[in-house]
C-alpha cells in the first residue's frame, strides 16, 4: 500500500519535510485503530501513517488471529491482579472491540468467524480456576460454560485437557487482512518502508519526526511501535519488554475437526484449525523463557519440536501432519499484563502506546479509540485512565 492518489512518480519525488495534523507511526493494529479512530471522530484531520516495513509485518500479522475475551489466563487471576471492576471493564472492553470489528469490518473479507473459543486446562488446577471463573463471569452478567474434562474434550475433539470454559462470544479473524480493512477506513496517508528514528518538539507547536527519508511535521503524533518502543525510546524498556512468539501451520487435514480456537495451560499453548483443515499452533514460550527474549524472528527447533509434542499430546489425529509454515513475532510485554499509553517526556502532542502482552488483537481495535481522545483532547475514557501508565509511578 502506498501513499493516496499520488503517482509513483510524485511519490518518489516527495519533498520533505512532510506537514500532517496527526502522524501515527506503525503500521501494525494499533496504529490502524488509532488512525481509524482519528478520522471518524475528526473527519478533515489531515492523517500520515508511517511505518518501517509494511503494514501488517510486525506482530499484528504473525498472529493466530483470536479475538478472545478478557485476558489470556483466567478472570480468578486477572480479579487476583486488577480488582474485580477492572477485570470486568477489561472483559466488557474485549467483547466491545470484537463486537466492533464484526459490525464494522465483517463485511470486507476479513474471514471473521463467531465460533465461540475455548480456554482448556493443562492441570486440574486450572480446571478449578476456570470452574470458579464461570461462576464469577455469570455474576457478572457474561456468558461463560464451564465444561469437565469428558465434556471440553468432547467438543473440542481433543484429549487431556482437564476441563474448560466455553466462550460463545469468542471469535477468530485473518488478522492481515483485518488491519488491512482498518487503514482502509482509516483515509491516512501511508508511507511504508519509511522507519522514524527520533521524535522531539518542533516548532513549540508541532512534532518533528525525523525519519529515513526526511522530516515529518505534526501537531500531534502517536507512537504505535509495541515492542519497538525501547529502540526509539530507551527508558521505555521498564515498560514494555521485547519477547518471541513462535507458531507453525500444517498442510490442510482431511476434516476439520476444532471448531473453535483453544488458549490452554494458562494462555501458553493456542491451537485453531481453518475451514480450509490447516492446523495453527503456538506457545511453548514458558519452556524456553530466556531464548524467548529479543527480538529475533528467527524460529528454534526446540520450541517448534515442543509445539508437535503439545498436538500429539492433546490431539493425536494430527500427530502426522506435515508442517507447511514455521515463524515467530515480537511481542511487547508489559509489567502488569495490561497495555499503557503515555505521553513522550518534554515533546508536547506526543503520545505512545504498548504493552500489548501477546493480546493486542482482543483490545487494540479499542485503544485506538482511547489514543484518538487523547490527541483531540476529549474526555479521558475509564479504558484511558486504566491503561494510562501513569499507574506505575503512581504505586
Ligand atoms: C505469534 C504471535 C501470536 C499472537 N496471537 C495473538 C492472538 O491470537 N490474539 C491476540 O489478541 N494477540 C495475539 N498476539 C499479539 C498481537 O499480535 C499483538 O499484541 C498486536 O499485534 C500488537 O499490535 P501493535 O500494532 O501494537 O504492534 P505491531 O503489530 O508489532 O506493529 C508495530 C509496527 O511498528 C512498526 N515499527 C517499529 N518500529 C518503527 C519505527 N521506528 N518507525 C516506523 N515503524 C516502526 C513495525 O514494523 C510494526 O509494523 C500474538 C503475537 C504473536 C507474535
Redesign the pocket.
Known amino acids: 500500500m502506498t501513499s493516496a492518489n499520488l503517482s509513483f512518480w510524485q511519490h518518489l519525488n516527495r519533498e520533505f519535510p512532510l506537514e500532517y495534523d496527526v502522524a501515527v ?8 485503530s488509532a488512525a481509524y479512530w482519528l478520522k471518524s471522530m475528526e473527519p478533515s484531520a489531515q492523517l500520515i501513517l ?19 475475551q478478557g485476558s489470556s489466563t483466567s478472570y480468578t487471576i486477572d480479579i487476583e491482579r486488577y480488582g474485580r471492576d477492572v477485570a470486568r471493564r477489561l472483559w466488557q472492553a474485549t467483547l466491545d472491540n470484537r463486537n466492533l470489528v464484526e459490525e464494522l469490518f465483517g463485511g470486507e473479507d476479513i474471514a471473521i468467524s463467531g465460533c465461540g473459543s475455548s480456554t482448556a486446562a493443562g492441570t486440574d488446577e486450572e480446571a478449578d480456576r476456570l470452574m470458579a471463573s464461570a461462576q464469577l463471569l455469570h455474576e457478572d452478567g457474561f456468558d461463560a460454560e464451564y465444561l469437565d474434562s469428558r465434556d471440553i474434550n468432547k467438543l473440542l475433539g481433543s484429549v487431556g485437557y482437564r476441563g474448560g470454559l466455553h466462550v460463545p462470544s469468542g471469535a477468530v479473524a485473518d ?1 492481515v487482512r483485518l488491519v488491512r480493512a482498518v487503514l482502509r477506513h482509516s483515509g491516512a496517508e501511508v508511507l511504508e518502508k ?4 527520533s521524535v522531539s518538539g518542533g516548532n513549540g507547536n508541532t512534532v518533528d519526526l525525523a ?1 529515513t527519508r526526511g522530516l515529518v511535521r505534526a501537531g500531534s503524533v502517536v507512537i ?5 518502543l525501547p ?2 525510546e530507551p527508558e521505555m524498556i521498564e515498560l514494555v519488554r521485547p519477547v ?4 507453525l501451520s500444517t498442510v490442510p487435514i482431511g476434516e476439520t475437526s476444532l471448531p473453535m ?1 483453544v488458549y490452554s495451560h494458562d494462555g501458553y499453548y ?1 491451537v485453531r484449525q481453518r475451514e480450509d483443515g490447516r492446523v495453527l499452533a ?1 506457545g511453548a514460550r514458558h519452556l524456553h523463557e530466556m531464548e524467548e527474549v529479543g527480538y529475533s524472528l528467527d524460529t528454534t527447533s526446540a520450541l517448534q519440536n515442543d509445539l508437535g509434542i503439545y498436538l500429539s499430546q492433546h490431539f493425536p489425529q494430527w500427530s502426522d501432519a506435515r508442517v507447511e509454515h514455521r ?6 510485554f508489559s509489567p502488569d499484563g495490561l497495555p499503557s499509553w503515555g505521553r513522550v517526556p518534554d515533546v508536547a502532542g506526543a503520545f505512545w ?2 504493552g ?9 481495535f479499542l485503544i485506538g479509540r482511547v489514543m484518538a481522545d487523547l490527541v483531540l483532547g476529549s474526555d479521558q475514557s475509564d479504558l484511558g485512565r486504566i491503561f494510562d501508565s501513569g499507574r506505575f509511578t503512581a504505586k
Open positions: 507511526v506503525g503500521g501494525g493494529i494499533a496504529g490502524c508511517l511505518e518501517k516495513d509494511e503494514i501488517g509485518s510486525g506482530a499484528t500479522g504473525r498472529n493466530a488471529g483470536f479475538l478472545l488478522p519509511t522507519a522514524v528514528k525519519t504505535a511501535i509495541n515492542a519497538y529502540l526509539l518471541r512468539a513462535q507458531m480456537p493456542y503456538g515463524w515467530a513475532g515480537t511481542m511487547g502506546v504498548a500489548f502482552t501477546g493480546h493486542g488483537m482482543s483490545i487494540a
